[in-house]
């Protein structure tokens, strides 16, 4: 379900954050579709479940996902999430693309990545 790169240099829990929101915003989460209880996720993924519960409640807060009292977490279908999912990954590709002109890479070189669809050899 969500992977965990223990490299990343960003917390676990926000590891699980994004993962989730990603899933969510591609349609591989589909809304009312079930989460994994907080325990199962805790146990697939090896951490301590309080860090499963902090996520969840991130998740909740932002409108990702609801909790319904003893039955789980459930997918939300928010076109306002989607649409914050869509303006961070915006806002993260300006920053990019503002780096690597900075560093020389021409816009057409830029563009032609673009059009492979982000694949280096493609």
Known sequence: ???????????????????????????????????????ELASMLAINPN???????????????????????FVCGNEKSTERERERWYSAFDESATALMALGVVRENLIERLERGGKPHA
Do not use: N
Not at 34 to 39: F, I, T, Y
Not at 55 to 64: A, H, T
């Open 51 to 73: 860090t499963i519960q902090r996520s969840y409640r991130q998740l909740e807060l932002d409108g990702w996902i609801s909790t319904v009292p003893g039955k789980g977490c």
């Open 1 to 39: 379900m969500v992977h965990l790169d223990y490299r990343d240099s960003r917390p676990i829990y926000t590891q699980i954050i994004d993962g989730f929101r990603e899933q969510i915003a591609t349609g591989v989460l589909l809304p009312g579709e079930k989460l994994p209880s907080v325990r």
